[in-house]
């Protein structure tokens, strides 16, 4: 029996990723790794320093001078950012609608990779981003795209944040995810797609129970081989 295998949880934003991630992380107790809270948290601090979100270079060096840490916390995971704790801050609309710039550029592609290939050689992980079946980690003994349809991922981001108290029209919130979805499949390096050996669920009508299950019942088989 195979232990300590990696999962890889690919998709367009909203799709369930990081949710379904994390419960399959917690049933098998394995660390879950936010691979976009790491491009997020590189855009907050470059919002921050004032770099130019066009400039690759600079941005690379900015990466080399920022520590990013995922930490377990009570509920999900702190993001701490040279040991500034942003959890919140990173999902602010700001920095929503600019990280698919940032992480647009190779530069920090490459050292974002390289992070995330040293936090999974242990194996025992569930890793979640656009990129991870394809390119960070293309010999994931399990590989899942996930993806629903635009209207559905606008729909749940909206109840989320209804849930949070904020009120945003659900037509922004749809053209939010649309043009970021473009901006991710559309760039030169390594952009979002699915990777040819990742198995492809459509949850648009589906819950977090049974997508998570349908994870959980392909990782047992694979460890069974
Ligand atoms: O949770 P949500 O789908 O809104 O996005 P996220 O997973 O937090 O990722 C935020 C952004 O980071 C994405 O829109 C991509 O631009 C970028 N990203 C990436 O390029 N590669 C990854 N492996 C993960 C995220
Ligand atoms: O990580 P990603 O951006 O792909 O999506 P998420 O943050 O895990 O999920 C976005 C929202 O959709 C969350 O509020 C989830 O609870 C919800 N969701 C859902 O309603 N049904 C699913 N099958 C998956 C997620």
Do not use: C
Request: proline share 2%; aromatic share 4%.
């Amino acid at each position: 029996m195979k232990k300590n295998i990696r999962i890889a949880i690919d998709g367009p934003a909203a799709a369930g990723k990081s949710t379904v991630a994390k419960k399959v992380a917690d049933v098998l107790s394995y660390i879950y790794i936010d691979t976009g809270a790491m491009y997020r948290a590189l855009t907050y601090k470059a919002l921050k320093e004032g770099t130019d979100l066009h400039d690759g270079k600079a941005l690379g060096k900015l990466l080399q001078e920022t520590t990013i840490k995922l930490v377990p916390a009570e509920i999900g995971q702190k993001v701490l950012v040279n040991g500034e704790d942003v959890t919140e801050e990173i999902r602010y609309s700001n920095v929503t609608s600019h990280v698919s710039l940032v992480s647009q550029h190779r530069e920090v592609r490459e050292e974002m990779v390289q992070r995330q290939r040293e936090l999974a050689t242990e194996g025992g992980v569930v890793m979640d981003g656009r990129d991870i079946g394809t390119h960070v980690l293309p010999d994931a003994e399990v590989k899942i795209f996930l993806k629903a349809s635009v209207e559905e991922r606008a729909l749940r981001r909206y109840k989320e944040q209804q849930s949070k108290g904020i009120e945003t029209p659900l037509e922004k919130l749809k053209e939010e995810i649309a043009l970021r979805d473009k901006l991710d499949s559309e760039r030169e390096v390594s952009p979002l797609i699915k990777a040819d050996d990742a198995l492809e669920i459509d949850t648009t009508s589906m819950g977090i129970e049974d997508v998570s299950n349908l994870i959980l019942n392909i990782v047992k088989e694979r460890n069974e081989e």
